[in-house]
């Protein structure tokens, strides 16, 4: 009984007893101490000094919870992250693997088919290399042929000219000062000097080279009408012959411009063409006027050629030309329904005229080279 109450004297004491409302403070429970008379603390000899027990509060402790909860969500956060992006380079990689292998395949497949190609495409080279070659020796040899050609054309040229020449000197003899004086003399009086005269077929062989080659030229052929008139007159000329001669001394005397002539006069009425076609009505509208007016000022043209519009024609007509096919744009001329032009009727008159001269010179060439032949 004694040990049981000085245990509980000793409790008092030391103050262990439960703290009252009035002894917590924020949050944080105090034990007071209680001082006995003699100003010892707890039943210890010595001075007074304070001592606090520090309890963790509830809030606190859920504080402390929830930050080790935030950790580890953010450690797990970064785990995952980490984990869901090997997962995503690897699966990349391995479409990227797969993705090459299969390029790799379809590349080799290409360089397979690809280099038998490439073989032929060298041989092919050689080939055209050698054809090139080819057409350069053919080039030059039908080059130095050609030339070979036209040497032996103009000697025969010059010893047709030099027997004319004599033969014209033995009929009509002419002064040597006047042959200096003017060379032409000869042959302007070439026609005129075997005019009413008989002559042989083969003087009526060179008046139609001679004939041709002043075509052939661009000069005048009138001068030799008064020979071949001589010719048609003679009494053993045939008479499909004599027929030729008079239909190209007929020809002859119409004095059909030369081709080229034609040719550079129709790119002038193709001018004056291209301004009729782009002409419009009174009742145009504004937009279509000043249209017609920009065409008419640069001259411009369709260049469809299919179809009968006067826009068409002057395109096939412009083609013609270009090509220097007088009979094609002759026949564009014959049958233009555009608005008229001065001077078309008659370049197409002239253009028929040449057409029938052509074909004059062609029948009297066939007509006594075949007969002298």
Same mark, same amino acid.
């Given at each position: 009984?004694?040990?049981?109450?000085?245990?509980?004297?000793?409790?008092?004491?030391?103050?262990?007893?439960?703290?009252?409302?009035?002894?917590?403070?924020?949050?944080?429970?105090?034990?007071?101490?209680?001082?006995?008379?003699?100003? !010892?603390?707890?039943? !210890?000899?010595?001075?007074? &000094?304070?001592?606090?027990?520090?309890?963790?509060?509830?809030?606190?402790?859920?504080?402390?919870?929830?930050?080790?909860?935030? /950790?580890?969500?953010?450690?797990?956060? @970064?785990?995952?992250?980490?984990?869901?992006?090997? !997962?995503?380079?690897?699966? +990349?990689?391995?479409? *990227?693997?797969?993705?090459?292998?299969?390029?790799?395949?379809?590349?080799? %497949?290409?360089?397979?088919?690809?280099?038998?190609?490439?073989?032929?495409?060298?041989?092919?080279? !050689?080939?055209?290399?050698?054809?090139?070659?080819?057409? #350069?020796?053919? %080039?030059?040899?039908?080059?130095?042929?050609?030339?070979?050609?036209?040497?032996?054309?103009?000697?025969?040229?010059?010893?047709?000219?030099?027997?004319?020449?004599?033969?014209?000197?033995?009929?009509?003899?002419?002064?040597?000062?006047?042959?200096?004086?003017?060379? /032409?003399?000869?042959?302007?009086?070439?026609?005129?000097?075997?005019?009413?005269?008989?002559?042989?077929?083969?003087?009526?062989? *060179?008046?139609?080279?001679?004939?041709?080659? #002043? =075509?052939?030229?661009?000069?005048?052929?009138?001068?030799?009408?008064?020979?071949?008139?001589?010719?048609?007159?003679?009494?053993?000329?045939? /008479?499909?012959?004599?027929?030729?001669?008079?239909?190209?001394?007929?020809?002859?005397?119409?004095?059909?411009?030369?081709?080229?002539?034609?040719?550079?006069?129709?790119?002038?009425?193709?001018?004056?063409?291209?301004?009729?076609?782009?002409?419009?009505?009174?009742?145009?509208?504004?937009?279509?006027?000043?249209?017609?007016?920009?065409?008419?000022?640069?001259?411009? +043209?369709?260049?469809?050629?299919?179809? =009968?519009?006067? @826009?068409?024609?002057?395109? &096939?007509? #412009?083609?013609? *030309?270009?090509? &220097? #096919?007088?009979?094609?744009?002759?026949?564009?001329?014959?049958?233009?329904?555009?608005?008229?032009?001065?001077?078309?009727?008659?370049? @197409?008159?002239?253009?028929?005229? +040449?057409?029938?001269?052509?074909?004059? *010179?062609?029948?009297?060439?066939?007509?006594?080279?075949?007969?002298?032949?």
């Amino acid at each position: 009984m004694a040990r049981s109450k000085q245990a509980d004297d000793t409790k008092v004491n030391r103050g262990d007893k439960k703290p009252s409302l009035d002894d917590v403070v924020e949050g944080t429970a105090f034990e007071k101490e209680t001082i006995d008379p003699a100003g !010892q603390t707890g039943g !210890q000899n010595g001075p007074a &000094r304070p001592s606090t027990t520090t309890r963790v509060s509830g809030v606190t402790l859920v504080s402390l919870i929830m930050s080790l909860v935030a /950790a580890a969500g953010v450690a797990f956060l @970064h785990y995952k992250i980490n984990t869901d992006t090997e !997962q995503a380079m690897s699966a +990349r990689d391995k479409e *990227l693997t797969e993705f090459y292998d299969v390029l790799g395949d379809r590349l080799n %497949a290409v360089e397979a088919r690809l280099s038998p190609l490439e073989i032929t495409a060298s041989a092919l080279q !050689q080939e055209a290399d050698e054809f090139e070659v080819k057409i #350069d020796e053919t %080039a030059r040899a039908t080059a130095d042929d050609f030339a070979a050609i036209q040497s032996e054309m103009a000697i025969r040229l010059g010893d047709v000219e030099t027997q004319v020449a004599e033969f014209l000197a033995a009929e009509a003899p002419i002064s040597d000062v006047d042959a200096q004086a003017n060379t /032409a003399l000869i042959d302007d009086r070439a026609g005129s000097s075997l005019a009413g005269q008989t002559i042989p077929d083969q003087i009526a062989v *060179l008046i139609v080279m001679g004939l041709l080659s #002043d =075509d052939a030229a661009g000069r005048p052929l009138a001068r030799w009408a008064p020979a071949l008139s001589s010719y048609a007159e003679s009494d053993n000329v045939p /008479a499909s012959v004599e027929q030729a001669v008079i239909a190209a001394i007929a020809a002859i005397n119409a004095s059909p411009p030369p081709a080229d002539s034609l040719l550079a006069d129709g790119a002038t009425l193709a001018a004056s063409m291209a301004i009729g076609v782009n002409e419009v009505g009174v009742d145009a509208s504004l937009f279509e006027r000043a249209r017609a007016s920009f065409g008419q000022m640069f001259r411009l +043209r369709s260049t469809n050629i299919a179809g =009968d519009d006067p @826009h068409n024609q002057l395109a &096939r007509f #412009d083609l013609a *030309l270009s090509r &220097r #096919d007088l009979m094609a744009a002759a026949g564009i001329a014959g049958m233009w329904n555009g608005p008229k032009v001065d001077g078309l009727e008659g370049w @197409h008159q002239n253009a028929l005229s +040449r057409f029938a001269l052509d074909k004059a *010179l062609a029948d009297l060439t066939a007509a006594i080279v075949g007969m002298v032949g």
